[in-house]
């Protein structure tokens, strides 16, 4: 796929891969040798019908193309630029045995675009006719498994009022993933679908708060608890406190969320230093040192205890900041930041690592090398190692269990200890995917469906 | 969305608004705060409920002017309706029978403490509330606080009303005159601070509400963390609430410091917005 060249891309927040033409996803489309048992379906947690949407792409039906991914895919345009598709579909399409998979992602992006961009999709769905089955069910939050499972419990004929505690809609996709790499007007009109389907969606609301899951109980026949990882976790090193030291969740909410470049436009301030540091090694990572770029870092360093090819962001996501010019400094671990006399960041002192035996994952350990300690001069730290589930609702619901790290334990089809209450996504899991929160969500609407019908 | 159903300027700067957000005021607790996005380029900033009535479903905010989004928000006249409440947030006070409770409120803290000395009183406390003010005319909630308090005693920074001096001279003579069993107080940080001190020798546990930095005031940024017994803690849901004595009050004036210059151009930037509205 086309893509922006680093030097130009790296000065705003537009999209960085320019999506198909026509003409080149036909192409890609009739490279689909149509397996009779398509492996690609199973390596798709929501198990798009891959080889059916493809077929017509290839006939240039691409209406009908649409059609086909949201029988099972609510998000294809979503899903199409965030899903790590080298470890899912594209991973399983058998002509990666012997060259390049079919770009799977890529088309599905393609046909969501086109869909969008010639036609109005809120005008080709109709709310669903309420019926005598249809009951009403409370989601608690608007990321990609609340969305899923409304949307799909809504097409089924129920009634779904989803709560989200922020101001905006659409969870990690809004206030995480930043423009460049899913623009927000697309996930705007992704939730204007849902609620075109019938979904009630009720923000500034703290299911925990304002409602406990028992009074929600009370009104709604079933609950899905879809209220993401968000709480985030810092190193316990000295310096953490200081100011320039940002979590990666406060770096991109600012930014994402609040617009914080367009102060005082916008009121929201951020401090983006000169030199600015990111630690961490997934796709939060990247997507703050590529915001640090853009926001005017002349430095931007990515620190990460292993190395490169260890990192668990996606490989396309990697070489995007790379080639726009960050810096990553591999193999070494902050042990403290310190202060420049006023209470501000001014360096980060880390340990150099080497790589040691493979630990429970199987990825090699990364081991200090004694007395290699070397600093760099900073302004600005975004702590991006990672997130644990919110632990909110699950301490305001007392019967409610989770596993000792924070997640909520649910059986196979998304029951919790409560019930008529089911879970998904990274209060489950812990930070996942995108699409793994939609298939639980999926599965969790399939499942209540079953229980009340 | 909530209406703005009343509007009261109770000192320079200083103004309540009553707000129809009955989701809110059925469940608020002495001690919680709201986060409010007065119009749509605003911040998310956290205020305390002042009072929640649960039958007519309405909550009290008091805010002073201090920046632009407080700027915005002093903007908005009654019917108009607020874009984004959130609430309630953070632990709520904990209320029991202490015995005798000395409550302070510093600034626009006073209005703070009215609900945590209300339910105080209610569970039969005997409450001694201080507040104070750099002079009369910033002392709001006055008549209020001393119908709830047992007693209520005040001091201004000029002695234009009772007491000159600081809540903490006060705070001095009533420990050395009874067995006081707790104290609270909220307000500034070098107001809550000092308390902190005059108590310590004395062994008496002092909680203070804490007012940093927050954003999502939900939990998940971390912005709002503070040192407390060497710990970090979200004061958004862990707080704002904390026992004094363990809190690192220096860590927590450092981190209410690094947007002081942009809130300053903030402010100029929406008093020329409100000026160009205004025509």
Known sequence: MNERAASERKKDFKEVPLGYTPEQAIAEAKRCIQCKKPLCVKGCPVEINIPAFIKVIAEGSFDKAAKKIKETNALPAICGRVCPQEEQCERECILAVK?????????????????????NPKLQTSKQPKTSKSKKIAVIGSGPAGLTCAGNLARLGHQVTIFESLHVTGGVLTYGIPEFRLPKAIVNLEVEYIKSLGVEVKTDMLIGNVFTIEELLKDYQGVFIGSGAGLPKFMKIPGENLDGVYSANEYLFRINMMKAWQFPESLTPIKIGKRVAVVGGGNVAMDAARVSLRLGAEEVFLIYRRTKDEMPARKEEVHHAEDEGVVFKSLALPLEYQEDGNGWVKLARCQQMKLGEPDAS?????????????????????????????????????????????????????ATSIAGVYAGGDIVR???????????????????HKLLA | MPKILKKEKLAENISRIIVDAPHIARVAKPGNFIVIIPTANAERIPLTIADADVE??????????????????????????????????GTPSHIEKFGTVVVIGGGVGIAEIYPVVKALKAVGNKVITIIGARCENLLIYKKELGEQSTKLRVTTDDGSCGR???VSDELKDIIAAEKVDLVIAVGPVPMMR??????????????????????????????????????????????????????????????????????????????????????
């Open chain 1, 362 to 414: 199987g990825r090699q350990r990364p081991v200090p090398i004694e007395r290699e300690i070397f600093d760099i001069p900073v302004d600005t730290v975004v702590c991006a190692i990672g997130n644990s589930p919110n632990p909110l609702v699950p301490q305001r619901t007392p019967n409610l269990k989770t596993e000792k790290w924070g997640g909520v334990i649910i059986t196979e089809d998304g």
């Open chain 2, 194 to 279: 000092v308390c902190c001190e005059v108590t310590r020798p004395h062994k008496i546990k002092t909680v203070v509400s804490l007012n940093p930095i927050m954003l999502d005031a939900t939990g998940m940024c971390g912005v709002c963390r503070v040192t407390v017994g060497g710990q970090t803690k979200f004061a958004c849901v862990e707080g704002p609430e904390f026992d004094g004595h363990e809190v690192d009050f220096a860590d927590l004036v450092a981190r209410l410091k690094p947007y002081k210059d942009m809130e300053k151009k903030a402010l100029d930037h929406v008093c020329k917005l409100v000026e160009k509205l205004r025509g």
């Open chain 2, 56 to 89: 007519k479903g309405t909550i009290s905010i008091i805010f002073q002017v201090v920046g632009g989004t407080t700027r915005l928000l002093d903007s908005l006249k009654v019917g108009d309706e607020i874009p984004h409440l959130l609430g309630p947030l």
């Open chain 1, 99 to 119: 060259g390049e998979p079919i770009a799977i992602g890529n088309l599905e992006r393609f046909v969501a675009d086109y869909e969008r961009e010639t036609s």
């Open chain 1, 430 to 448: 812990g930070a996942a995917t995108v699409i793994s929160a939609m298939g639980d969500g999926k599965r969790a609407a399939k499942a209540i």
């Open chain 2, 164 to 166: 000159q001096g600081f």
